[in-house]
């Protein structure tokens, strides 16, 4: 197998791309989907700020590296979530990450917080992993808002986009199919949050990491069973392997074709958004999700 580029021998291979490329080439392939991702979307111009939401893993620390690399002006975030045995070295990998590269970070404490993952688990009868999701999203906001950064860049990559669009898709949720994409503008005090991975692969951010010597803290989450939508990655990956390019054909066709029709039809249901009294972010509720959590965790509900 040769480089697709300069035909010497080839390290990665990309059927969906109907490429092979040595690493130099594939790390400019790289950067050039994330190039493309950023125009294609209008996320960010230059000189604007952007916190890049950091959790250890493969798919934030390449995103980070490569924001990095290309001059963008780029803050990295840690949301401790104080889970023993496991946050504390996802943190780890951050900081030295960070250290290594000059690299700003701000990190949030859900301890300190009040908001301890562990003590969440005890407290709430919903699933763990959930009520995690929703008070990571409200302080990624939060610290993008308060820090003063233009947009919140998070490292979804194509695999989590289109498993959650085939879960979106399965229950017909309009609501969630209006609104899915890998940009979502600032809004009601929602800052603008960007994903520029969504045309890469959970494969190639692994190449990237490798290629650059990037160390990663990859260990699941313990409170997890099994990473989040796996049978549907499973099933895409199925259907990529047997007719490769499907994947991203069938999440660009989405962005284009499908997700217009879903705005078109939610338009006008949306709830007002206020202040949460309690905190200041933006909620439909008298007051935020997040709140309502430490209000049950102080034993006030
Ligand atoms: Fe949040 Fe596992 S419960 S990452
Ligand atoms: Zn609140």
Known sequence: MKC????????????????????????????????????????????????????????????????????????????DLAIPGSSDRARAAVEDFCRARGLDLVVVDLAAEGLAIPEVKRRVRRPVCSVCGKIKRHFFNRAAARGGFEVLATGHNLDDEAARLLANTLRWDGAYLSDQGPLLPAEDGFVRKAKPLYRLTEYETACYCFLKGIEVHDAPCPYSRGATFTSYKRLLDDLEHNSPGSKFAFYDGFLNRGRPAFEAQQAGLGQGLSPCPECGSPTSGDICGVCRIRRLLRGED
């Not at 390290?11 to 109907?18: G, R, T, Y």
């Open 4 to 79: 697709k580029s300069c035909r010497e021998p080839a390290m990665v291979d990309l059927p969906s791309h109907n490429a092979a490329f040595c690493g130099p080439c594939f790390l400019r392939y790289f950067s050039g989907q994330v190039r493309a991702a950023v125009k294609a979307q209008a996320m960010f111009g230059p000189g604007e700020r952007i916190l890049a939401a950091l959790s250890g893993g493969k798919d934030s620390l390449a995103l980070a590296n490569e924001l990095l690399e290309q001059d963008c002006r780029v803050s990295g975030l840690f949301v």
